[in-house]
C-alpha cells in the first residue's frame, strides 16, 4: 500500500483485501476454484487479460494478503506462498536448474535443505559442491562455468556461522548464478538479502513468522522477473501451495512478529552473557556478541542479534543430557522461534543423520545444544538454566 509504512505498520496493514462486509481482521477463503460472470470472462481470466484467481493451486484471495505482506517487508517484486519451508527451499533451487548445471552450496544448512542439494539434485544430473561458506575464497574456488546456484543459509543452525551474503552475491554476479538464501534464523527483521545482492530469499514461516507453533508454512521471495521466468510454471504444475488456511493464520503471525522478535532477541542477548559467565559451559556462541567469531560480517549485514543461542557443555553429551533433563520452563523440542523457549541437542536430533565427521566439520558435539529463546520472562529462563546448570555435574 505505502513504501514509507515502517516494517510494524506494513505487517498489520499490508495486502489487506476486504470483502464487501468490511471485516476488521482479514478473512479467510477457503475456496478450491473461483466462478466466472460468463464464457468470455473465463477465458479473458485464462488468457490473462483481466486480473483474478483461477484456481487455488495457482494463488487465491488470502495467500495473496499473505503475500503481499511478505513482499513488502522483504522489499521484494514478487512472492509465491508454499505449505512448508522445504516446500520453499525445493522449489527455489529445482526451478532454476537442469541437468549439467552445478550447484555450490555451504556445508552448515538445515539437514533437509542439505539433502536437497546433495542428494536429490544429483539424481537428476545437477551436480553439487558442499563448501565451508565461511571463507569467500571457497566460494570462488567452487565455482564452475555451469554454476547456476548458490545457496547459504546465514546464520546457520545450528552453529550460528555466517556467510558474507553480500560477497557471495559479487561472485554470483560474475558468471550470472543466482544466490539463494534461507533467512530464517536471521528473520525478515534482522537481514535482507536481497538488499546486499541476494537474488532469491527464501523462508520457513513454521518459525518465527507464525511464532505460535500451530502450522507449517513458507515462502519464496525475489525480483518479478525471476519469478515469472523459473518459479511460475514449476509452482503451479507440480503444486507446492500453502492452504488458505494457514495463510490466514500467518497473516496473524505477521501482525506481532516485531514484538514477539524484539522480546526473544533481548531475552537470547541477556541469556548468551549469562552463560558465558558459567562455569559448566565451554563456549557460547551467540551473534550479538563481541566474542562471536565473525562479528565484523554480522555488523556489515545484520541489523540485529538473534533469538538463538548455540550453547556447548564441557561435560560432553552427558552434561548436555542432565541440563535438558532439569529443565521446567524451556521444553526439549527441535522446533525453532517459538512463543515457547525450545531447546535441542543436535547430535541426537535434528543432525543425527550426519557423519561424524560431518557433524565435527559443523562444530557440533556431544556438548552443544542449540536454545531457542520463547516470549516468556527472561528472569523466569535465567532461573530455569541456573537451576538446571547446577544439574549438571562438574
Ligand atoms: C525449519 C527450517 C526449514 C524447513 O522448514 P519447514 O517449515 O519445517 O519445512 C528450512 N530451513 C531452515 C533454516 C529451517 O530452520
Redesign the pocket.
Known sequence: MSKTWRPATQLVHEGTLRSQYGETSEAIYLTQGFVYENSAAAEARFKGETDGFIYARYGSPTNDMFEKRMIALEGAEDARATA??????AAAILCQVKAGDHIVAARA??G??RYVVETLAPKYGVECTLIDGRDLANWEAAIRPNTKVMFL?SP??PTLEVVDIAGVAKLANQIGAKVVV?N??ATPLFQKPLELGAHVV??????HIYGQGRC???VILSDKQWIDENLHDYFRHTGPAMSPFNAWTLLKGLETLPLRVRQQTESAARIADFLAGEQKVAKVIYPGRKDHPQADIIAKQMTGGSTLICIELKGGKDAAFALQDALEIIKISN???DAKSLITHPATTTHKNLTDEARAELGISGGTLRLSCGIEDTDDLVDDLTRALAAVSA
Open positions: 512448508s519451508g522445504m516446500a520453499a527451499v544448512l538445515f533437509s535443505c543459509e546457520t543452525n534461507d530464517v534464523f527464501v523462508y520457513s514461516a513454521t518459525k507449517l508454512g513458507g522446533n525453532l522461534g
